[in-house]
């Protein structure tokens, strides 16, 4: 069945006239959501339904907030605390790693020996032994905070549960044992920094945003409080006159670092919630204003958070997948316009930007419109010997807003070999026809 935007409503209302649903909801919570709502919910959470008589009235309490009052106080204020930035941010990183030399030449003695999808399923394994060397004991993902400007800037490791989504989702592609280890690892750590309702944030002294919740509730969606339904008044709630998803959730008590700047839709943004809520009258608004960027040919520097235009289509065709039939009548030209972006010599421009061009071109179908082989070898050549590929600008507000610290850009070179990883399975695939 097509989930309702609120399944606790609907179960609600469901027992509500039902006598025998009414029943078997009391008796057997899991199993009988599960059934009506043709899902699994996750084994170790337990559900709990109460029922309110005429001699006695439940009154159920949410959790206690996951941060101490002192924690909420240091957050709010720590935007402005140098100090309270280096504690957040988790270690110095070293100096970007420079991309892989003469790999071309030793790819092309491979090649000679071996079928390609033979080679591209060679680079996926060693990829993901490298990705799963780099997560740490909690699940989490490792990115890098640089400044795009000033190398001298510090650089920093930083662990959101944003980037962990970000790159578990890409990782979806692979059914080797290792992505499935790093999912497994990559999904408890997100239940682990989940918010009631069901929200996260990117930093402690950032509010809660929309980015950061959809794509963490895509990777745990089987999630109680996500699988019911727990975050979406909020999400809901957040969204401009003309039915765009704003990024922030501004809500009282809470950090708010981002309200004397510009509140701005942002289109990645609304993809990743359409991609979460899915093809609804609520995401109808947002759809069409995606659309209106595409068919106009605006997408270019239209994101604020996304540096690339690959990025943004990117997002667009997950959406398109996940959400379907959403979207779906762009679907042409959005292809079109990934295909416009190749270079003179027929290359999207980096490894991260081939990487997202060939998974937006196979989210699309149209991935038989370029060559498989040609980009296969060109993300093989790319590959270090240990299995990584380069760091690469991955997001980042570039628009200079924020002053003094303005221009900031993150990735990693776990962040590349994500996308690296789910272009090559794609293209594997096609390959092996």
């Not at 008589?53 to 996951?66: E, F, G, K, Q």
């Not at 059914?175 to 997100?190: D, F, N, S, V």
């Not at 605006?298 to 959406?319: F, G, H, M, N, Q």
């Not at 900031?408 to 026809?433: K, Q, Y």
């Amino acid at each position: 069945m097509n989930r309702p935007v609120d399944p606790t409503e609907y179960l609600v209302s469901r027992a509500s006239a039902d006598t025998d649903f009414r029943k078997r909801l009391l008796e057997n919570p899991r199993k009988t959501i599960e059934s009506e709502l043709g899902v699994t919910l996750d084994e170790d959470h337990p559900i709990y339904v109460h029922e309110d008589s005429y001699r006695a009235t439940h009154l159920v309490l949410p959790p206690r907030n996951r941060f101490s009052e002192a924690e909420r106080e240091a957050a709010r204020a720590g935007a402005a605390s140098l100090e309270f930035l280096r504690r957040t941010l988790h270690d110095p990183a070293p100096p970007a790693r420079a991309p892989v030399s003469g790999g071309a030449d030793k790819a092309a003695n491979a090649a000679n020996r071996r079928a390609p999808a033979e080679i591209g399923r060679e680079c996926i394994r060693r990829g993901l032994g490298f990705v799963e060397s780099t997560i740490d004991g909690n699940g989490a993902w490792h990115c890098i905070r640089f400044n795009t400007v000033n190398p001298r800037v510090p650089r920093h490791y930083e662990r959101p549960a944003f980037v962990s989504a970000l790159c578990t989702l890409a990782l979806e592609s692979s059914r080797e044992a290792g992505a499935r280890r790093i999912r497994t690892a990559t999904r408890a750590y997100l239940v682990d920094t989940i918010e009631y309702p069901g929200l996260w944030r990117y930093y402690r002294h950032l509010p809660q945003d929309l980015d950061s919740t959809s794509l963490c509730s895509l990777v745990i969606g089987s999630h109680p409080w996500v699988l019911l339904g727990r975050n979406i008044p909020q999400i809901l709630a957040n969204r401009d006159e003309e039915g765009r998803f704003l990024t922030w959730i501004l809500d009282d008590g809470e950090p708010d670092v981002v309200s004397r700047f510009r509140i701005e839709a942002d289109p990645v943004v609304n993809a990743n919630v359409i991609a979460f809520l899915g093809d609804r009258p609520e995401t109808r608004d947002a759809q069409r204003w995606l659309e209106s960027l595409v068919m106009n040919g605006r997408l270019e520097d239209s994101s604020r958070w996304y540096p690339d235009t690959v990025a943004i289509c990117y997002a667009i065709s997950r959406a398109m997948v996940r959400a379907s039939p959403a979207l779906a009548r762009i679907r042409p030209m959005l292809a079109e316009h990934v295909l416009a972006l190749r270079d003179q010599q027929g290359e999207f421009g980096t490894v991260l930007h081939t990487a997202q061009a060939v998974s937006t071109l196979y989210n699309i179908g149209c991935l038989e419109r370029i060559d498989p082989e040609h980009y296969l070898n060109v993300l093989q050549h790319s590959q270090r010997e240990d299995g990584s590929w380069p760091e690469l600008l991955a997001f980042g507000d570039q628009s200079a807003k924020w002053g003094l610290v303005g221009q900031i850009g993150h990735g990693s070179e776990a962040i590349t070999s994500a996308f690296c990883i789910e272009a090559l399975e794609r293209l594997v695939e096609i390959l092996n026809g």
